[in-house]
């Protein structure tokens, strides 16, 4: 995908993912934030940061944050019990 690694790193900063504490994979943590990402993502644009243009750049944010999800080790563990 697109500025799927631009992407990430927004949705990084603004805190909607982050890594698991135990498993260090990269997982949904407040979807909630994803205003904040997209106020992130407009100023990269705006600063020339991302060669997106805005629509673009925030359908790629849109888009990546369907990538993320529970952290697998945690749900191999948790489904141990
Ligand atoms: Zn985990």
């Known amino acids: ?3 799927f690694e631009e992407a990430s790193d ?3 900063r603004a805190n909607v993912i982050g890594d698991c504490e135990i ?3 990269e997982v ?3 979807e909630g934030r994803l205003t904040t990402a997209y106020k992130i ?3 990269m644009v705006k600063a020339g940061e991302v060669g997106a243009d805005h629509v673009t750049f925030m359908e790629a944010i849109k ?3 369907g990538d993320y999800g529970d952290c697998i080790g945690c749900r191999q ?3 141990h019990d």
Do not use: E, F, P, Q
Request: glycine letters at 10%; aromatic letters at 10%.
């Open 1 to 3: 995908m697109a500025y």
């Open 10 to 12: 927004v949705l990084r």
């Open 23 to 25: 498993h260090g994979y």
């Open 28 to 30: 949904l943590i407040d």
């Open 41 to 43: 993502g407009a100023k």
């Open 63 to 65: 888009s990546a944050v």
């Open 77 to 79: 563990s948790s489904s």
